[in-house]
Each structure stands twice: as structure tokens, then as C-alpha cells.
């Protein structure tokens, strides 16, 4: 913790997305009254919608909601605190008819699949991690029965119809998992934010006014290390605090010396509108769960997907993610919003997410939209949340390296964030596992620059033509 922080001292919070806004709550909950957050995005006006130009990777319909996590049981238990705050909100946003009361998690079921005849290592650990009725293998011969006790439809195992199309069907179905509404979640989380502490939580949202230009820096004339005392705005105002938190989420980073640990990784999305009513009604957010597919199984798996929202599904492959090198940036975030925009994605993965539906999804024709979706990943996808090394009196305190399991701990992360800010002796294994220090695993290669293979100038780019997954008869 800075030197003499006090709970009237200004904290500054730099991107308010899943990272930025739980800290922000806790901090409020903890009686700091000074609370600065700025984002470039206007969420006020843009409500989080990716449709409305918010591309950060919060700003999306929905996200996976699991608790299955292997041998990593401290996941799993940050995944279960946040799912009872879940539970939380929902009742809230019921009472207080919050956006017309509908929930912002969806408990249908996270489904776990495989083309494997036994379990994966990930899936055997994970049952033996969690209840009976928490994690079920989908081929024992009471699957359907545990569903239905744990409050799921019995179709919940295999939400496909694998076994009727006499199709392979293996795999583990995580009961507590489901769906997050995730601009929602978003906007209701900003929404306490601004309706429990008033007076005290303080937003810069827009261009410009909430987007910074560069870290304000003051450096020791005995020591010569650098001090971060706020930032600068790209509307030319200077805004100073005693804590200055980044949570850029994949823009992290740009932050000076963050790129030695992380770095901005796209994963392939593709959206279906779907229109067929037999189709709307079997893949309905309301009974249809969340799933994957060889989801570790390197580049020909890693499969991901979703039920309709808004009438479309929404399907993404993680097995390969793409890098952007630019000059002084290890890979840049590139979106349909950037200043060099980019909507098509990589055809390798759109090849792998056609191959899926032509062979499980009947009713799906063609895709309608595609998208880069980006994740700050550290070397061993486990979170960077730590103040950086190279600031003095713990000025810069960095929340990144989510490696896309940020949002599933929305409920619960913020505490964490803020017990290692406040150095409260919380949690020290968790201390420890996301700083800045500690040796990683190196199981990713990061910072290969226009020599890795993923890199986007070195990748042949689906189009439009690509789109087309099976052609329609016309009458």
C-alpha cells in the first residue's frame, strides 16, 4: 500500500470494465471516498453495447459462467463467491426492477465436451473437485437424473443430440455454470457504483475527457526512481492521486514495462442471426447452456459457445490466439472501433468453427458477423494484479493477465484486488500467485513480435465469401 494512504486520498482507476468497476466497488465498500474512474468509452450513453461501438472485451452480450476448474481450486472457489453474489444481484435487480428485472446470470448448465473416449485429465479433476451434483460425466447412466436434481433440464447433458445422431458424446456438465449477461452486469455494477456512493464515486467516460494520454510521473533526486502521481487526459488536463490503478484489460499493455509480462492476444468470434422459430426455441438463452469443445486441446480444438442472445449465437475458437506487433508495442489491440479497424478474423479458426456447426448445429447456414475478441494473457493465464516494480512507494498497482476468466469472478474478484492493494493479509497464496515478481511457467510464448506465427500480417484473413457454411436449396 502507498505510503500514508488515507481513505480521503484520490485513487485514480484507468478502464472500467470487469477489473476497473469490482475494484471500484470495493473500494467504496471500504469507506474510500475519493474514487476516480476514466474509460474513453461514454458507457453512460453506450450502455456497454458492442453494437454501439464499446470494444472492450466487457463490452460484450454475454460471457461463460463456470466454477469447473480442475485442479485449480482456488478458482473454483473464487467462481463460487461470485456466483452467490450473482445469485445476489439477480434478486436485486429483480426487486428494484433494474432494466426490466430480468437477471444477469442464467444457471443453464456449462458443458464441458470432448471427442476423447475418456475424460481429459482437466474434466476427471474437476469431478473429483466438486460435488455430485455440481459436475456430472454426461455418459454415466444417471446424467439426466443428477441434471434434473441440480435443477437443469435433462437435456442439459447433451444439448446437441449427440446420442440420437448415434454422434460420439463425452464430457462433463459444471450444474452451477451458465451464462452472464455481460453488458448488463456491467451497467448494474456501475449503476451501485453510482446510486450507493454518490457522493464519493466519481466517473470520466468519453473521449478525450476519459482517455488518458500518459502516466504522470515525479522521480526522486536521491533514489532517481520514478513516482506515478496521476495521469493526463487526451483533453489536456492533468488529474493527480496517491494511487493510480490500471485495469486496461488488453490495452495493458501499452502501460510502460507492462508488455514484459502480458501480452494482447484475438480470439476468433462469429455471430449468427438466427431467425428459424424451432431454432429460437431450442437454443433459447433460457434453456440452452453454455459450452465447450477440446477446449484444451491446442489449435484443432478449443472451441467455445453460447445460447441466442438478442437472436444471435455466438460462437468463438480460442485453440490458436492472434497477435498484433506493432512498433514499441508487443501486439495491438485492433478492432472494428480502432483507428485501423479490422472486422474479419483469421480464417483457420472461422474454418474450425464451420466445421462444428455443419456437424452439430443443422439449423445454421451461414455466419452473419465476425469479430476479433481480445484477452490480456499472461505467461501461465494466471492474473497479474500487483503493484509494478519499476514505481516507487507503490504508486502503479496493475490489474491484468485475465487470460479470459475475469468475468466468471465479477462477484468476487474485487475483493481480492483490494486486499492485495491494501496489503491485508487476505489471501497470500493468491498474493503471490498474481505478482508482478514471482517466475511464471511459460505457457505461452509472448512477445515474438512479426516471428510468431499467430501474428496477423502473417495470416491469411476469412472474408465475407467465407461465411457460408452450407448452401440452402432454393425453392
Same mark, same amino acid.
Not at 464499446?54 to 476448474?69: G, L
Not at 468476487?412 to 496489503?423: E, N, R, Y
Given at each position: 500500500?502507498?505510503?500514508?494512504?488515507?481513505?480521503?486520498?484520490?485513487?485514480? !482507476?484507468?478502464?472500467?470494465?470487469?477489473?476497473?468497476?469490482?475494484?471500484?466497488?470495493?473500494?467504496?465498500?471500504?469507506?474510500?471516498?475519493?474514487?476516480?474512474?476514466?474509460?474513453?468509452?461514454?458507457? $453512460?450513453?453506450?450502455?456497454?453495447?458492442?453494437f454501439?461501438?464499446?470494444?472492450?472485451?466487457?463490452?460484450?452480450?454475454?460471457?461463460? =459462467?463456470?466454477?469447473?476448474?480442475g485442479?485449480?481450486?482456488?478458482?473454483?472457489?473464487?467462481?463460487?463467491?461470485?456466483?452467490?453474489?450473482?445469485?445476489?444481484?439477480?434478486?436485486?435487480?429483480?426487486?428494484?426492477?433494474?432494466?426490466?428485472?430480468?437477471?444477469? *446470470?442464467?444457471?443453464?448448465?456449462?458443458? %464441458?465436451?470432448?471427442?476423447?473416449q475418456?475424460?481429459?485429465?482437466?474434466?476427471? #479433476?474437476?469431478?473429483?473437485?466438486?460435488?455430485?451434483?455440481?459436475? $456430472?460425466c454426461?455418459?454415466?447412466?444417471?446424467?439426466?437424473?443428477r441434471?434434473q436434481?441440480?435443477?437443469?433440464?435433462?437435456?442439459?447433458?447433451d444439448?446437441?443430440?449427440?446420442?440420437?445422431?448415434?454422434?460420439? %458424446?463425452?464430457?462433463?456438465?459444471?450444474?452451477?455454470?451458465?451464462?452472464?449477461?455481460a453488458d448488463?452486469?456491467?451497467?448494474?455494477?456501475?449503476?451501485?457504483?453510482?446510486?450507493?456512493?454518490?457522493?464519493?464515486?466519481? *466517473?470520466? =467516460?468519453?473521449?478525450?475527457?476519459?482517455?488518458?494520454?500518459?502516466?504522470?510521473?515525479e522521480?526522486?533526486?536521491? #533514489?532517481?526512481?520514478?513516482?506515478?502521481?496521476?495521469?493526463?487526459?487526451?483533453?489536456?488536463?492533468?488529474?493527480?492521486?496517491?494511487?493510480?490503478?490500471?485495469?486496461?484489460?488488453?490495452?495493458?499493455?501499452?502501460?510502460?514495462?507492462?508488455?514484459?509480462?502480458?501480452?494482447?492476444?484475438?480470439?476468433?468470434?462469429?455471430?449468427i442471426?438466427?431467425?428459424?422459430?424451432?431454432?429460437?426455441?431450442?437454443? %433459447?438463452e433460457?434453456? =440452452?447452456?453454455?459450452?465447450?469443445?477440446?477446449?484444451?486441446?491446442?489449435a484443432?480444438?478449443?472451441?467455445?459457445?453460447?445460447?441466442?442472445?438478442?437472436g444471435?449465437?455466438? !460462437?468463438?475458437?480460442?485453440?490458436?490466439?492472434?497477435?498484433?506487433?506493432?512498433?514499441?508495442?508487443?501486439?495491438?489491440?485492433?478492432?472494428?472501433?480502432?483507428?485501423?479497424?479490422? #472486422?474479419?478474423?483469421? $480464417?483457420?479458426?472461422?474454418?474450425?468453427? /464451420?466445421?462444428?456447426? /455443419?456437424?452439430?448445429?443443422?439449423?445454421?447456414?451461414?455466419?452473419?458477423?465476425?469479430?476479433?475478441?481480445?484477452?490480456?494473457?499472461?505467461?501461465?493465464?494466471?492474473?497479474?494484479?500487483?503493484?509494478?516494480?519499476?514505481?516507487?512507494?507503490?504508486?502503479?498497482?496493475t $490489474?491484468?493477465?485475465?487470460?479470459?476468466?475475469?468475468?466468471?469472478?465479477?462477484?468476487?474478484?474485487?475483493?481480492?484486488?483490494?486486499?492485495?492493494?491494501?496489503?491485508?493479509?487476505?489471501?497470500?497464496?493468491?498474493?503471490?500467485? =498474481?505478482?508482478?515478481?514471482?517466475?511464471?511457467?511459460?505457457?505461452?510464448?509472448?512477445?515474438?513480435?512479426?516471428?510468431?506465427?499467430?501474428?496477423?500480417?502473417?495470416?491469411?484473413?476469412?472474408?465475407?465469401n467465407?461465411?457460408?457454411?452450407?448452401e440452402v436449396? /432454393?425453392?
Open positions: 500500500m502507498p505510503s500514508q494512504l488515507t481513505k480521503s486520498d484520490p485513487i485514480i !482507476i484507468v478502464g472500467a470494465g470487469v477489473s476497473g468497476l469490482s475494484t471500484a466497488y470495493s473500494l467504496l465498500r471500504k469507506g474510500f471516498k475519493n474514487v476516480h474512474i476514466f474509460d474513453k468509452r461514454d458507457y $453512460i450513453t453506450k450502455g456497454y453495447s458492442y454501439e461501438g464499446c470494444d472492450s472485451p466487457s463490452s460484450d452480450m454475454n460471457k461463460i =459462467f463456470r466454477a469447473a476448474y485442479e485449480q481450486t482456488h478458482y473454483q472457489k473464487m467462481s463460487l463467491d461470485s456466483r452467490e453474489v450473482f445469485l445476489r444481484w439477480n434478486q436485486m435487480i429483480k426487486e428494484t426492477n433494474f432494466e426490466g428485472g430480468k437477471p444477469i *446470470y442464467l444457471n443453464t448448465g456449462n458443458i %464441458h465436451l470432448t471427442d476423447q475418456k475424460l481429459p485429465i482437466f474434466e476427471e #479433476t474437476t469431478l473429483k473437485n466438486m460435488s455430485n451434483l455440481q459436475a $456430472i454426461v455418459s454415466d447412466p444417471d446424467a439426466e437424473i441434471a436434481k441440480s435443477g437443469l433440464p435433462a437435456s442439459a447433458v444439448p446437441f443430440e449427440m446420442k440420437k445422431r448415434a454422434k460420439h %458424446h463425452q464430457g462433463v456438465l459444471d450444474t452451477t455454470g451458465g451464462m452472464i449477461i448488463k452486469c456491467c451497467r448494474w455494477v456501475l449503476h451501485l457504483c453510482r446510486t450507493e456512493f454518490p457522493n464519493t464515486f466519481h *466517473y470520466h =467516460f468519453g473521449p478525450k475527457i476519459g482517455e488518458t494520454d500518459h502516466l504522470l510521473l522521480y526522486s533526486k536521491k #533514489t532517481g526512481k520514478k513516482r506515478c502521481v496521476g495521469i493526463k487526459t487526451k483533453d489536456g488536463k492533468l488529474h493527480f492521486a496517491k494511487l493510480v490503478i490500471t485495469a486496461c484489460g488488453p490495452w495493458t499493455v501499452e502501460v510502460p514495462e507492462a508488455a514484459e509480462r502480458l501480452e494482447a492476444t484475438g480470439g476468433t468470434v462469429a455471430l442471426k438466427v431467425t428459424d422459430p424451432k431454432a429460437l426455441k431450442k437454443y %433459447h433460457d434453456v =440452452f447452456p453454455t459450452w465447450t469443445y477440446k477446449v484444451r486441446d491446442g484443432m480444438g478449443g472451441l467455445y459457445g453460447f445460447p441466442i442472445k438478442h444471435y449465437m455466438k !460462437i468463438g475458437y480460442r485453440g490458436l490466439k492472434w497477435t498484433n506487433p506493432q512498433p514499441k508495442v508487443n501486439s495491438k489491440v485492433k478492432t472494428a472501433f480502432s483507428d485501423d479497424p479490422e #472486422t474479419n478474423v483469421p $480464417i483457420f479458426g472461422l474454418n474450425l468453427i /464451420k466445421q462444428f456447426i /455443419k456437424e452439430h448445429v443443422p439449423e445454421v447456414s451461414k455466419i452473419d458477423k465476425t469479430r476479433l475478441c481480445w484477452y490480456s494473457d499472461s505467461e501461465d493465464n494466471d492474473f497479474l494484479i500487483s503493484y509494478s516494480p519499476h514505481y516507487e512507494d507503490k504508486s502503479l498497482f $490489474i491484468a493477465g485475465d487470460s479470459g476468466h475475469a468475468f466468471m469472478m465479477f462477484g468476487s474478484i474485487g475483493d481480492v484486488i483490494v486486499d492485495i492493494i491494501l496489503d491485508n493479509k487476505g489471501d497470500t497464496f493468491l498474493k503471490h500467485l =498474481f505478482s508482478w515478481e514471482r517466475k511464471r511457467e511459460k505457457l505461452n510464448a509472448i512477445n515474438m513480435g512479426l516471428e510468431d506465427p499467430r501474428a496477423l500480417p502473417n495470416l491469411v484473413m476469412a472474408t465475407e467465407d461465411w457460408v457454411i452450407r436449396a /432454393k425453392l
